[in-house]
């Protein structure tokens, strides 16, 4: 099965020129914990609820003053639509998170697909059973840029 089968298509972005404050409102209000960073059409980053706690935060400057640009992950994990969801999960597995940025070979973001999806609409279970467990162990310190699969 591939990703584009499982994933979502309906994806809310925000643009680099917001405030962290209006990213945190969309948020709240869509009940999401990170939001795709599009300048364009182009995928900047993420930003999360945790970059805006830690990173905003701690400078000290009002949320509303603070560009979401300031703020965002940029290295984004992500695969791509045509891969399989087995390749997706041991992403999800190998990087410890939950979720993943679905791009088309164009590199234009085309939905997200989430340990849900493929736990919920998957033919195998166990994909997803092997990245949850992998996902909830601690993780190590992360350095250095993170992609997606090697094109």
Do not use: W
Request: aromatic share 2%; hydrophobic share 45%.
């Amino acid at each position: 099965m591939k990703v584009q089968d499982v994933m979502t298509r309906e994806v809310e972005v925000i643009s680099p020129d917001k405030t962290v404050q209006e990213a945190a409102e969309m948020m709240k209000e869509l009940d999401v914990g990170m939001l795709p960073v599009l300048d364009g059409d182009r995928l900047v980053g993420m930003i999360t609820d945790r970059d805006i706690t830690v990173r905003a935060t701690v400078s000290g400057a009002e949320p509303r003053k603070i560009r979401v640009l300031d703020a965002l992950t940029p290295e984004v994990i992500y695969c791509f639509e045509d891969q399989d969801v087995s390749e997706a999960a041991q992403l999800m597995k190998k990087n410890q998170i939950r979720r993943l940025v679905v791009l088309n070979h164009d590199k234009v973001l085309v939905g997200m697909v989430s340990l849900a999806d493929l736990a919920v609409t998957s033919n195998s279970r166990q994909v997803a059973g092997d990245a949850l467990a992998a996902v909830s162990e601690p993780a190590e310190p992360r350095r250095g840029p993170f992609s997606g699969l090697e094109e």
